[in-house]
């Protein structure tokens, strides 16, 4: 999990990328972020403070992490969007159907719910998440207030 700014900017510049302010304002978003944001959810807390960000820097710098494995990627088929994930320890998720929040789901690295028989031809990787979906118990108070 990205806990620390200097540990990103070490790893970044031991790549031979410069450090501008708008990398470490993105930095300071991911830091300890446990909202799963999205491109354009970066952009908007950066763009007030600093208005020369563009969102091709945004998703440059989070290109970037990727490739560097500081941040994990989700597609989220329900609300079709790309979300960056800073915890890179293997996890699952729950995504609410309400409110599009997403929680993470801690879990031990070598459990695996997948069936024990390999598909023909398909190898495995140690490397697997999983999405549940559902609705968090603030929108099942609201749903059940609603009928």
Known sequence: MMNDIDEIVNKFQEQGYKITPQRRGIFEILVGNESHPKAEDIYDALKDKMPDVSLATVYNTLNTLKELGMVNVLSIIEDNSIRYDPTTEVHDHLFCLGCNRIFDVERD????????????????????????????????????ADK
């Open 109 to 144: 690295a070598n459990e695996r719910d997948f069936p024990q028989k390999e598909i023909p031809g398909f190898q495995l990787i140690d490397r697997t998440q999983v999405t549940y979906y559902g609705y968090c118990p603030d929108c099942q108070k609201m749903r059940k």
